[in-house]
């Protein structure tokens, strides 16, 4: 079994999502000694965000100036290693309401039509159902249904359009939440996640 490991913090060991989704990865590899992890840390090695000039340069056929055609091999490297994965694991920090933009980066190179999905009659199909995805949302604030600020989370919500537009239709998410409002806010976000991630189901 194959799982990839996705970390879009830029806080490094200060980073809670870090830290759970870690703890996930252990977990797994744990019940499966022979899990094949794969990890990719998009803070230290960030994939250039998508350009006009990397979409004409990925269409069949494309010749391309050696710049483009690096960027071209780093999205389809990308694409490859979550096509090959049967589990993925993601952190994922909340900034400024929404995905760090790093993360996002990775997700425009593997959203990619007629791979992840394809267009029909019916609208849109996703192609990449049969993988279990688990992420880890870290919030500094209080953004939990019913919350006053519920409505500018654009982190979780926005994960799990993206997977379901791909096929993924039941992501299971951690959320650690309040982790900016003192030191026993964040332990006890932090020691929340980490239960919840010692309970997850072996895969």
Known sequence: MKLLHVDGSIL?????SRTVSAAIVDRLRAQHPDLDVAYRDLAQTPLPHLSGAVLAGAQPNATNAPDVQHDVDLGRQALDEFLAADVVVIGAPLYNFTLSSQLKAWIDRILVAGV????GPAGAEGLAGDKRVIAVVSRGGLYGPGTPAAAAEHAETYLRTVLAFI?????????AEGIALGPEARE????????AAAALKAA
């Open 167 to 175: 096929g993924i239709t039941a992501p299971e998410i951690i959320v």
């Open 116 to 119: 992840t999905f394809r267009y």
């Open 12 to 16: 490094g060991p200060h980073s809670v």
């Open 188 to 195: 006890r976000a932090l020691a929340g996640a980490l239960d």
